[in-house]
């Protein structure tokens, strides 16, 4: 399920494990993954399988407490939720900032169980996306606009001053992986373990470009795209968002549930338009759909590339056709990025001085300022 939280329990009373997993079985949005007996082995065990929610009960015997616990899971894992367990007798105070996100008293029904879970991923989730890292997708609804080259080089161009990885969001035909040349057996996001994944993991399988970007590869053959599930998806943003600054996705003209996996979790969406008039009249109706959503106008922009190739269209037509104004503007050299591409490698490092590579390293500072601006709330669909 694309909704499943994952859950850790730290619980070295064997009736209290079996109890929540007896409450639990009757359910399929939460899934609880492992229950760990010690306190001593409990940031090992957030690290190898990285649950959405952690429960650590705060009488744990030995030489680090359940408190202790949800410290230093705070320190080292803070987009992890922690819910402490107690008993009346034993008073312990919600305090986000010392990890305690929520308090479960026993004896505990299944309601008050799955409930607070629910509360606290939730209320973690929107916590998380207010942290120092942003994710930005590349979109149209028509193929052929420049859309995958734009995400290659403005990733190139935001990587002078963040640290970047670039993602291969069109899963089924691997765009990138052509452009960049990368071998049939160069890892990719199939290559991610889904349920046990470390920062150790994501190192072992981006492509390492020789521009000095991370590359996340989608698969080579395009029945592969079928085994990726939104889950998969997900889980790898997670862990990406804890290692990058900035994180680029490429993806696909569809709105399937895979390409909404990546812009639910975008925080801007760069919507890329061309002087043309299918291009328009998709954007247009896309601008529909994500409003369905419910996607803040925040969240999206428009980038109107080939700018100076108008093909009979003012600025102000497209933007009273759209009724929305163009964000930004990227001016065409076929001849600088055909020879870019033929080559494999980023145009605003072929050519930095070009006036379309000027642009390019301008868009990339604009974006990537809003690192240091709120984040809105998730969308939850």
């Known amino acids: 399920m694309a909704d499943q939280i994952r859950l850790l329990v730290i619980e070295d009373v064997p009736q209290v494990a079996q109890h929540m997993r007896s409450l639990l079985s009757a359910q399929s949005q939460i899934k609880m993954l492992d229950v760990v007996t010690s306190g001593e082995h409990a940031l090992a065990a957030v690290a190898e399988v990285r649950p959405d929610v952690l429960i650590v009960d705060a009488l744990?015997?030995?030489?680090?407490?359940?408190?202790?616990?949800?410290?230093?899971?705070?320190?080292?894992?803070p987009t992890v939720a922690v819910i402490v367990l107690t008993v009346p007798q034993n008073q312990v105070s919600e305090d986000p900032a010392m990890g305690v996100?929520?308090?479960?008293?026993?004896?505990?029904s299944g309601f008050d169980l799955t409930t607070l879970v629910r509360k606290v991923h939730e209320r973690r989730g929107v916590d998380a996306s207010r942290s120092g890292s942003m994710m930005?997708?590349?979109?149209s609804p028509k193929g052929g606009v420049g859309r995958t080259t734009l995400a290659y080089n403005l990733a190139v161009a935001a990587s002078a001053k963040h640290s970047v990885c670039l993602i291969d969001g069109s899963l089924q035909f691997s765009d990138l992986r052509g452009l960049l040349r990368a071998p049939v057996t160069a890892p990719s996001i199939m290559n991610l373990p889904t349920d046990r994944i470390r920062d150790a993991d994501v190192a072992d399988v981006v492509w390492k470009d020789p521009s000095g970007v991370d590359v996340l590869l989608a698969p080579p053959?395009?029945?592969?795209?079928?085994?990726?599930?939104?889950?998969?998806?997900?889980?790898?943003?997670?862990?990406?968002?804890?290692?990058?600054?900035?994180?680029?996705?490429?993806?696909?003209?569809?709105?399937?549930?895979?390409?909404?996996?990546?812009?639910?979790?975008?925080?801007?969406i760069l919507q890329v338009l061309a002087s043309d008039t299918m291009a328009i009249r998709g954007l247009g109706m896309v601008d529909e759909a994500f409003a369905t959503i419910g996607y803040p106008a925040s969240k999206l922009?428009?980038?109107?590339?080939?700018?100076?190739?108008?093909g009979g269209f003012s600025r102000t037509d497209l933007e009273e056709a759209l009724n929305r104004r163009i964000d930004y503007e990227v001016?065409?050299?076929?001849?600088?990025?055909?020879?870019?591409?033929?080559?494999?490698?980023?145009?605003?490092?072929?050519?930095?001085?070009?006036?379309?590579?000027?642009?390019?390293?301008?868009?990339?500072?604009?974006?990537?300022?809003?690192?240091?601006?709120?984040v809105p709330a998730l969308v939850r669909r």
Request: proline content about 4%; charged content about 25%.
């Open 221 to 268: 053959r395009l029945e592969m795209a079928e085994m990726v599930t939104v889950r998969d998806i997900e889980k790898a943003l997670s862990i990406l968002r804890q290692i990058y600054e900035v994180i680029v996705v490429d993806t696909r003209a569809s709105l399937s549930d895979d390409v909404l996996a990546f812009l639910d979790a975008s925080d801007l």
């Open 301 to 310: 922009a428009v980038v109107l590339n080939r700018s100076d190739s108008t």
């Open 136 to 139: 930005v997708s590349l979109f």
């Open 60 to 77: 744990l015997q030995g030489r680090v407490s359940g408190t202790q616990v949800a410290e230093q899971v705070r320190r080292s894992e």
């Open 331 to 374: 001016v065409s050299d076929g001849r600088l990025v055909v020879a870019a591409n033929n080559e494999g490698v980023p145009f605003v490092l072929a050519s930095p001085d070009a006036p379309i590579s000027v642009g390019m390293r301008a868009m990339a500072d604009s974006v990537t300022a809003r690192l240091r601006e709120p």
């Open 101 to 108: 996100d929520a308090v479960l008293k026993m004896p505990f």
